[in-house]
Structures are given as structure tokens and as C-alpha cells.
């Protein structure tokens, strides 16, 4: 049988348990705060809607028949579900729950998104974080897939759906052995290109912001776009750099965090390469409150953050 009863409402529902539960619709419309007269009419709908019969009518009380001693326990959990469903979705939007997924490039997550999550999570705590780090390519699709709320990096190639807010420049420099005698930054503290001359760079992996940045400057020695040595992070970068291999050409804030004793780092000077990083984000759908106060505490956290020489923070954008 697929027929279901129409104009059964939340109304009725509530109405049969009370009556069910005080045995008489007086004491039900005391409960409900309503006339007994509109009680009466909404059992009475409800039993006209089922085609049957819930109660049975005496002079001195209400008793279930066998159908609503049957229908009253599936309607009490429905009831306390819906209730549950609707309180959750007020602390989600209270922020005393919830759940933000990030992904983001490796070096903003540890000088970026954990400091600042901490003063986060202390203001929201029940609000839990997801902390995904990727290349620039593959956060990219996650955030179009909406695997993740936003995502944390530098552009690696233009998205329609998606919508990049610049949160900081990030200058180039080289990452070095500390011991090497052939290297040293001039007196501005910065180091040429013509020092890298003969010198094996050690890249990283395709689809990442760093290369999709330096394969796009034409007036870069060619071997900034075709390293010698590839490695699939930052992190593998520094330990072939520190095994003596070639030394590694790295934004200010992904050297910072892979920078070790026995490791230098100086920045580039001119021709400089400065990439944006970026906090990207779906066009077609809003953020949630929980997402957008993490947001925020990334901008709070960088408004007060010693940055490393060559980061400088950018203006946040108002909302369109």
C-alpha cells in the first residue's frame, strides 16, 4: 500500500502523544498550552487522516486502542529525533558544534593554521578541525569537490568555481648547506642568481604552486623551471639540499619551516619571484559560520605573527 496520509503535521503528532501520555485531553491542552476543544479537533484529524481509530472514549478516561498503543512509541522517537536534528543545527549555527575540513599547503599549516586554530579552539571547543596538507593542484580539487571547506596555498592554475582571497606575499629565496664556501648572502643580506651559477637545483613535484610559479617567468634562469633533482615535498627538498646534492629555491615561508642546523637560507635578489598565498574557496556555496571564524582567527593571527623576512601580510578583503 502506497498511500500515505496527507496534512499530518507536527501538530497532530504532539497532540496524540500528550493525550496519550495524561490519558485525557484536558490535562493534553493544559500540557500544550490550548483549548481542549483544539486538541479534540486535532486527535480527531489525525484519526481521520490514518483512517483509524487511536483512542478509545469512556466517561472518565482515554485509552489507546491496540493501533495507538502500537503508533505511540515510533511517533515519541520520531518526535525526539526531529528534536535532536533541530538542536543540532542550532549549535551548528551557535558554533558549540561542528566540524571545518581544511587542506593546505604544508608550510601554511604549521606557520599559519595551527598557531591561529589554537586561539580557535579555545574560543569554539566543540567545533572539530580537519587539517589536510597537499600540493597546490590537489587542494585545489578538493575544495572544488567540496572535500574541504577551504583550502590554503598559492594559485597553481586558474579554477571558474573557485575564488582566491590573498592573504600574504611570499618572496623567494635559496635554501643552502650552511658549510658551503662558495655561498654567501652580499651585504643587503640577499643572495644572486649568478651564485647559482653551475649549481644542481633540487625542484619539487609537479602541481605544486611553487613550480607552476617559476615554469611561468620567462626571465628565470632556465634551470629554475627544469631542476636537476625532484623531490615530492619540501620537507624531501631540505634533506637532499642537506646531503649536499643542490641547494633548493623556496618561498621565505616553506624554507622557514624546513630550515634545520646544518641549513642556510637567504633570499633572491632581481629578479625577485614572489608567490601569493591564497585562502580559496568555493563561489557557488557559503562558508559555514565555523569555517568563516577560522578565517578569521588566520587574519587575527596574522595581524599580531613576527613573519619571516621576505612574508609581508595582505589587507583582508570585505566579504562581496
Known sequence: MNRLPKHVTLKHLNAFVAVAQE?????AATRLFQTQSSVTSLIRQLEEALATQLFARTSRRVLLTAAGEAFLPRVMRLLADFDGVIEDVVRFGAMERGRVGVAAAPSAITQIIAPAAAAFSAQYPGVRLYLSDDNSGRIQRKVSAREVDFGLTSRWADAPDLRFDALLEDRFGVLYREDDPDLRPGRDGAMRWSDLAQRKLVGVVDET???????????????AAAPFYEASSTTSQAALVKAGLGVALLPALAAQRVLEPGLAYALLA????????????????????????LIGAIHGYLRAAKLPAGCKRLPAKAEA
Open 23 to 27: 490519558s485525557s485531553f484536558t490535562h
Open 270 to 293: 632581481r629578479p625577485t619571484v614572489v608567490r601569493t598565498v591564497c585562502i580559496i574557496r568555493h563561489k557557488e556555496y557559503p562558508l559555514s559560520p565555523a569555517a568563516q571564524a
Open 209 to 223: 604552486g611553487i613550480m607552476a610559479l617559476l615554469r611561468a617567468r620567462a626571465d628565470l634562469p632556465v634551470e
